[in-house]
């Protein structure tokens, strides 16, 4: 037994040799193996993880990028209205008509965005660079197009493109009554309307206008709103009410003749431009059958003032409102001929 137990126990202790010896190696090898695959797994497993969080980074900061220059410009046509406003405000403060508007314009603008591209590189680490590089008029006598260059930069995201935006003149002061009268005397305006005193009467008549006092204490539109009256040969509907009611609110039609907005910032008349008019109503009177200079504003303030006869377009307690209009032209673009 005694030996048994020996022979056992030497059995033993060879096959724990056994396992030590010689396959020992190749036991650490195996798991040395199984070490390193799990590892390179857990690389592998870690690197995919960390790859798809960079993806997600890029999706987000690529958004982010795009949802801040989209909204740089949608403020785009902001600021380039608050730029048309603030120098029609300049023209008349100061009343002197701007040289250049649309030069005036573009350096205003372009200040501007010097300012907003600060902004933007202070808050979002965006490098903007950006300027007007044009404002174009078009068939809309109201409105314009204004077009900039914008270049910006993000680490690996970028934007190169020209935006044009449409801005309005709707709302903005005409400065041309104050132009051509400020030389006059008693020229003056509120919130919606110049009153003309004498100055108009004293401009037409040193411009060689007969019935010139006609237009004495004379009124029209200060502000630019467009008539909605359209086609505008109804103005003469209902007995004259919807003239009434255009006079009353002081709108402004779109004409061939008459100036645009930029160019009546420069003191204009009228230009080349497809423009718009507006009408001066000289004041209330219960005379009738009389003539003289017609009464749109780019006749009235232009090198070629011609006449217009007497438009009666409403009666209240013997008084006549009245419109001088040229037979041929004003009268029948507004559906006025059997006034
Ligand atoms: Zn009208
Ligand atoms: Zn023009």
Same mark, same amino acid.
């Given at each position: 037994?005694k030996?048994?137990?020996? !022979? ?39 690197? /995919? ?12 900061s ?5 949802? !801040?220059?989209?909204?740089? +410009?949608?403020?785009?046509p ?14 008349? %403060? ?5 040289? &250049? ?24 680490? +965006? ?5 007007? +590089? ?27 493109? +020209?935006? $044009? ?26 919130? /919606? ?9 004293e ?9 010139? $006092? ?14 909605? =009256? &359209? ?9 004259? %009410?919807?003239? %009434? ?5 002081g709108? =402004? ?31 209330? /009177? ?16 232009s090198?070629?003032?011609?006449p217009?006869?007497?438009? !009666?377009?409403n ?25």
């Amino acid at each position: 037994m005694k030996i048994k137990r020996k !022979i056992k126990k030497n059995n033993e202790k060879n096959s724990i040799n056994f396992l030590r010896d010689e396959d020992g190696n190749f036991s650490i090898m195996i798991s040395a193996l199984l070490l390193i695959g799990f590892l390179m797994l857990s690389i592998i497993v870690l690197n /995919t993880a960390i790859e798809n969080g960079n993806e997600e980074n890029e999706i987000i900061s690529s958004n982010s990028f795009q949802y !801040i220059m989209n909204d740089y +410009i949608r403020n785009l046509p902001l600021l380039e209205r608050e730029a048309l406003e603030e120098l029609s405000e300049d023209v008349i %403060k100061n009343e002197r008509p701007s040289l &250049d508007s649309k030069s005036d314009l573009k350096d205003r603008i372009d200040e501007k965005l010097i300012e907003k591209n600060q902004e933007y590189y202070d808050n979002y680490n +965006i490098l903007i660079n950006s300027s007007l +590089i044009s404002i174009e008029n078009t068939t809309n006598p109201f409105s314009y197009k204004f077009k900039a260059h914008i270049a910006s930069v993000k680490g690996d995201y970028s934007f190169d493109n +020209i935006v $044009s935006s449409d801005v309005d003149c709707i709302n903005l002061r005409d400065p041309v009554p104050l132009l051509f009268c400020k030389g006059y005397h008693g020229l003056s305006w509120n919130d /919606t309307s110049y009153n003309y005193g004498n100055s108009l009467s004293e401009f037409l008549k040193s411009n060689g206008v007969e019935n010139y $006092s006609f237009y004495e204490n004379a009124s029209s539109p200060l502000i630019v709103r467009k008539c909605p =009256y &359209d086609p505008y040969v109804h103005h003469g509907d209902d007995d004259g %009410k919807i003239m %009434k009611n255009c006079r009353d609110n002081g709108y =402004y039609h779109e004409s061939r003749d008459g100036a645009c907005y930029l160019c009546r910032l420069e003191g204009k008349g009228g230009c080349e431009h497809y423009g718009f008019e507006t009408f001066i109503n000289p004041k209330r /009177t219960n005379e009738t059958g009389r003539v003289s200079a017609c009464g749109s504003d780019h006749v009235i303030f232009s090198d070629d003032i011609y006449p217009g006869v007497e438009v !009666i377009y409403n009666s209240e307690d013997g008084l006549n409102e009245i419109l001088y209009l040229d037979p041929h032209g004003h009268k029948v673009k507004y559906g006025m001929s059997d006034f």
